[in-house]
């Protein structure tokens, strides 16, 4: 039979004898705060980030998963440094590895513990942008990767970016990943990792395949876009 209840939340009282009885402090107290979150956000507060605020919980940063999306957020920084110096592509290829590998264990570990959660959801494709797309810009600059890949890359990010800015401003819905966008990321990884280790002569043809996907993403993204405006818009 149960005890406390492993995340706190303000709970129906059970059986008649207990209507009146006080609720736990944490759990007043965390439900207390989230209420006057939503209820007065801070002055001058983005509306985007008001209701972010309101629909992440606390409890979403302990997650696993979430914890090695952080880590992978907190390796972009080295991982370009050190690709901006010829002498450590070694430490390089190691950083963006390890990046990529937390992105890879991530989403299987959420689904698995049954923590799939907002932050998640938010975090995740910030975390994957950010490390590939200044990667790529790196290595235009360095090992030959082509400028041009990295400004398609860098349109359709931010792109992708500012529609769900949209979304979540205009309906506090956030968008996943496609498949082809996965396909996309697993394959840029393979390319990008190719460019640090070995440059064009073995990065090239992995990258010029990562395309396929890539372009099918763009309708992807899209689609889905338009299908969450049309949806909202007939409510």
Not at 112 to 128: F, H, M, Q, T, Y
Not at 160 to 182: F, P, W, Y
Request: proline letters at 6%; a positive charge; glycine letters at 10%.
């Amino acid at each position: 039979m149960g005890g406390q209840p492993a995340c706190p939340s303000l709970q129906s009282a059970r059986g008649e004898g207990q209507q009146g009885k006080a609720l736990p402090r944490a759990s007043f107290v965390y439900g207390a705060v989230r209420a006057a979150r939503a209820r007065h956000p801070i002055k001058g507060q983005p509306m985007a980030l008001r209701k972010l605020s309101a629909m992440v919980e606390p409890r979403e940063f302990c997650y696993p998963s979430n914890l090695l999306t952080m880590f992978r957020l907190l390796l972009v920084g080295p991982t370009l440094y050190f690709l901006a110096r010829p002498g450590r592509r070694r430490a390089a290829l190691l950083c963006f590895g390890a990046g990529m590998l937390t992105d890879a264990v991530d989403g299987p570990i959420a689904r698995a513990r049954g923590e799939v959660s907002r932050l998640g959801k938010l975090i995740d494709p910030i975390a994957d942008k950010l490390l590939l797309n200044g990667t790529a810009i790196i290595l235009s600059r360095t090992r030959g990767f082509p400028w041009w890949v990295t400004g398609l890359l860098l349109f359709r990010d931010l792109g992708i970016l500012a529609a769900a800015a949209v979304l979540l401003r205009r309906h506090s819905h956030i968008t996943t990943a496609e498949s082809a966008g996965k396909l996309t990321t697993a394959l840029l990884t393979a390319a990008t990792l190719l460019y640090i280790a070995d440059g064009p002569r073995s990065g090239k043809p992995v990258l010029y395949l990562a395309l396929l996907p890539f372009t099918l993403s763009f309708f992807q993204y899209g689609r889905r876009f338009l299908s969450v405006m049309r949806a909202q818009a007939d409510m």
